[in-house]
């Protein structure tokens, strides 16, 4: 059964870069007590920093065995280089610290990034059994005529996600009424083989219906894959004939095993 936990999260109004320095979500699991399993997961997250803020994403590994320890970054692929380097020093130095200490699974999600290892090799394999959702508490004027619409605009960002070229990153826009536009995101890890993508990009998008229904926001970040969508500019380049506005107050779920 998976644990569900909800939380009431206040959204402050914050630039976007100093928004996107807190973390948004975490996972831990598979304690561990051994010196060497710590010192593979440091020469990990080193060498994640170091090559994923040059290229936005990167894989690596340390060690053998037991105490052998896999890692992935990947930046959002619409952020600076600064915004990309800062946020995966932030998550290399909390990961194995305050986030998830002693603890040989580590995943932690950003707005600008996501990083994760483990003692088990999961690169190029969809992951989809942790989640966390966040959601608008409010609902969308005219919601059927909305969701309807979020349907069209997240299927345009998902097809980008998948089309050769684009780094599995998908945006896409979609004008509701003459004064609200809804926004969209897709991005899967670049580990992913095409098809993966495509499916783990459609497993996120089916929990829609049972968090995001009729929702002015909301996204669901996956190990593997994120959606998101908003009716106010989020991702880059920012839509210069809107303006950013508060983002709301938003539910928190997580899902896991």
Known sequence: MALFQRLLLLSLLLPLSAAAADSISQYCSKSFKSK???????????????????????TASSGKGASGIYGLAQCRGDVS????????????????TTACPSQADGRIWYDYCFMRYDNENFVGQSDTSV??????????????????????????????????????????????????????????????????????????????????????????????????????PFYFPLDSTKTTAAVGTYYKATLHP
Not at 36 to 55: E, F, K, W, Y
């Open 36 to 58: 060497q399993t710590q010192a593979n997961i440091d020469h990990v997250l080193a060498d994640l920093v170091a090559r994923a803020s040059v290229g936005g994403f990167a």
């Open 81 to 96: 280089a600064d915004d990309c380097s800062t946020c995966l020093a932030d998550a290399a130095k909390k990961l194995p």
């Open 131 to 232: 989640a966390t959702i966040l959601y608008n508490v409010e609902n969308a004027t005219d919601p059927e005529k909305f969701d309807k619409k979020v349907g069209v605009v997240m299927g345009r960002a998902r097809a980008d996600a998948v089309a050769p070229g684009n780094n599995a990153l998908g945006r896409a826009k979609l004008q509701f009424t003459p004064y609200i536009t809804i926004y969209a995101l897709a991005q899967c890890t670049r580990d992913l083989q095409q098809l993966t993508c495509a499916q783990c990009l459609s497993s996120a998008v089916e929990k829609f219906p049972d968090y995001c229904q009729y929702r002015k926001g909301c996204r669901v970040l996956y190990s593997s894959c994120m959606v998101r969508y908003e009716i106010y």
